[in-house]
């Protein structure tokens, strides 16, 4: 790397929305989101057959530099009197952040749980939250189980991260690190005592002058951040707790996963018709299928997360409120598409999240689109993408839907007192099935 001149010291805190996604260990585990990419083989191959496991790496360092968040960390601040922040890190231990499977999974569609990152283990809060898996698979295709911890960023942040590590050209060489993306990241600082400094400073900047700095810090009450104070100062000790009782099993025991793929073109056309988005009739499909596994229901809910992001918003790393969306559980697909659309643009308009009533809700589901351009890792072209959904632990459904080239893959975890096939098989039947080639494409996902 080229001699460069002097960097800043840089520090960001998490906002007090993003810290509830580290507020105690079984949400920490909880909110490990994950992605899995399968790629042709061949070109991550070194003279031997093998992995080229020291290029792979070599890579994904090289890449990490062009997306900041993943040479950042979160770090408490003295006394825990604010949120964490985000601090860079002056190295990547590329042995914890990028691992190779030394077992060869067989291309098996109903075998999906070792690409889900659930069985990975629970990331070290003290790193940059994320990390790669490669798994070889009996065709010699490569499946890459990609991790990021939530409060790196929501499902669009993550798919800028995407971006970086799989662009739409190849490229044999990785790029090098200039300038710019050094200064972007910058130095950690020095002393917990520099991270509240610099911290202030930013704030100040955002807040110029007496009167409009104390509006902005009395737009929370000292209460308030009396008790999250607390909350923070509490937090090891809880923590210690959780690990005693076991509750962290629970995060990880008791689900399982399952995919479907549907033709793209065709889900979006049939969503149109019935007066919504690929987004609604995934919802609407959802709610569905949970309601034919309850059939003394009267009516269902979900959750749908609503992106608040607009142009320049993309350096805030998680913008998302929710809607309850509430539905007969008796009413057809005709009638819940245009219901769910109303509702969710009913919660856009209102500029905030929508969540009334009981907690009653079954889960969530949201989709997110990885565009139609054929992407690559290196020269490796992507065959299929797999978004993989994190939520809360007493959720009993979770579904993603994300879009690549001509394909919708509906991913969902579930608890195991849903029967899981069943779900997929409404998801079968109310979204267009994808061709049969597509489908065996995609069956190691």
Same mark, same amino acid.
């Given at each position: 790397?080229?001699?460069?001149?002097?960097?800043?010291?840089?520090?960001?805190?998490?906002?007090?929305?993003?810290?509830?996604?580290?507020?105690?260990?079984?949400?920490?585990?909880?909110?490990?989101?994950?992605?899995?990419?399968?790629?042709?083989?061949?070109?991550?191959?070194?003279?031997?057959?093998?992995?080229?496991?020291?290029?792979?790496?070599?890579?994904?360092?090289?890449?990490?530099?062009?997306?900041?968040?993943?040479?950042?960390?979160?770090?408490?601040?003295?006394?825990?009197?604010?949120?964490?922040?985000?601090?860079?890190?002056?190295?990547?231990?590329?042995?914890?952040?990028?691992?190779?499977?030394?077992?060869?999974?067989?291309?098996?569609?109903?075998?999906?749980?070792?690409?889900?990152?659930?069985?990975?283990?629970?990331?070290?809060?003290?790193?940059?939250?994320?990390?790669?898996?490669?798994?070889?698979?009996?065709?010699?295709?490569?499946?890459?189980?990609?991790?990021?911890?939530?409060?790196?960023?929501?499902?669009?942040?993550?798919?800028?991260?995407?971006?970086?590590?799989?662009?739409?050209?190849?490229?044999?060489?990785?790029?090098?690190?200039?300038?710019?993306?050094?200064?972007?990241?910058?130095?950690?600082?020095?002393?917990?005592?520099?991270?509240?400094?610099?911290?202030?400073?930013?704030?100040?900047?955002?807040?110029?002058?007496?009167?409009?700095?104390?509006?902005?810090?009395?737009?929370?009450?000292?209460?308030?951040?009396?008790?999250?104070?607390?909350?923070?100062?509490?937090?090891?000790?809880?923590?210690?707790?959780?690990?005693?009782?076991?509750?962290?099993?629970?995060?990880?025991?008791?689900?399982?996963?399952?995919? &479907? *793929? #549907?033709? !793209? @073109?065709?889900?979006? =056309? %049939?969503?149109?018709?019935?007066?919504? $988005?690929?987004?609604?009739? +995934?919802?609407?499909?959802?709610?569905?299928?949970?309601?034919?596994?309850?059939?003394?229901?009267?009516?269902?809910?979900?959750?749908?997360?609503?992106?608040?992001?607009?142009?320049?918003?993309?350096?805030?790393?998680?913008?998302?409120?929710?809607?309850?969306?509430?539905?007969?559980?008796?009413?057809?697909?005709?009638?819940?598409?245009?219901?769910?659309?109303?509702?969710?643009?009913?919660?856009?308009?209102?500029?905030?999240?929508?969540?009334?009533?009981?907690?009653?809700?079954?889960?969530?589901?949201?989709?997110?689109?990885?565009?139609?351009?054929?992407?690559?890792?290196?020269?490796?072209?992507?065959?299929?993408?797999?978004?993989?959904?994190?939520?809360?632990?007493?959720? &009993? *459904? #979770?579904? !993603? @839907?994300?879009?690549? =080239? %001509?394909?919708?893959?509906?991913?969902? $975890?579930?608890?195991?007192? +849903?029967?899981?096939?069943?779900?997929?098989?409404?998801?079968?039947?109310?979204?267009?099935?994808?061709?049969?080639?597509?489908?065996?494409?995609?069956?190691?996902?």
């Amino acid at each position: 790397m080229s001699a460069h001149p002097e960097l800043a010291r840089r520090a960001q805190l998490i906002s007090s929305l993003d810290e509830k996604y580290v507020s105690n260990a079984v949400t920490f585990a909880a909110m490990h989101a994950a992605g899995t990419m399968i790629v042709d083989g061949a070109a991550l191959r070194g003279p031997d057959g093998a992995l080229n496991r020291e290029e792979i790496r070599r890579r994904v360092e090289r890449l990490s530099w062009f997306a900041p968040a993943m040479r950042q960390r979160l770090v408490p601040t003295p006394l825990r009197l604010t949120t964490p922040a985000w601090v860079p890190v002056t190295s990547l231990d590329l042995d914890y952040h990028v691992r190779f499977a030394d077992d060869i999974e067989p291309d098996d569609s109903t075998r999906v749980e070792r690409f889900t990152g659930r069985l990975s283990p629970t990331m070290d809060p003290s790193r940059p939250l994320w990390d790669f898996e490669f798994v070889e698979l009996e065709s010699g295709r490569v499946a890459i189980v990609m991790r990021y911890h939530h409060v790196v960023g929501d499902a669009m942040y993550g798919l800028r991260i995407g971006d970086v590590i799989a662009g739409t050209t190849p490229t044999p060489e990785p790029p090098e690190p200039g300038q710019e993306q050094l200064a972007e990241l910058g130095l950690p600082p020095r002393n917990g005592l520099e991270v509240l400094a610099l911290a202030f400073a930013q704030w100040r900047e955002r807040n110029p002058g007496l009167r409009q700095a104390s509006r902005a810090y009395w737009r929370k009450s000292f209460r308030m951040r009396l008790r999250r104070w607390a909350g923070r100062l509490l937090r090891p000790v809880k923590n210690a707790r959780i690990a005693r009782t076991g509750l962290l099993a629970d995060v990880r025991e008791g689900r399982r996963s399952a995919y &479907e *793929v #549907a033709d !793209l @073109a065709a889900a979006t =056309r %049939r969503a149109y018709k019935l007066g919504g $988005t690929v987004n609604d009739l +995934v919802t609407a499909a959802t709610l569905i299928a949970m309601a034919r596994q309850r059939p003394d229901a009267e009516t269902l809910s979900i959750l749908v997360p609503i992106s608040r992001r607009g142009a320049g918003d993309g350096g805030v790393r998680n913008d998302i409120s929710v809607v309850k969306v509430s539905v007969a559980a008796s009413a057809p697909l005709e009638d819940i598409v245009p219901s769910v659309r109303a509702q969710v643009q009913a919660a856009v308009e209102s500029g905030g999240s929508v969540v009334e009533g009981a907690e009653d809700w079954v889960g969530y589901a949201t989709s997110v689109t990885w565009g139609r351009d054929e992407r690559f890792f290196g020269t490796a072209p992507v065959e299929t993408v797999t978004g993989w959904p994190a939520g809360d632990p007493r959720d &009993e *459904v #979770a579904c !993603l @839907a994300c879009s690549y =080239r %001509r394909d919708l893959v509906v991913s969902v $975890t579930a608890r195991e007192s +849903v029967d899981l096939p069943a779900l997929m098989a409404v998801y079968r039947e109310l979204l267009a099935p994808a061709p049969v080639a597509a489908a065996t494409k995609g069956a190691a996902r």
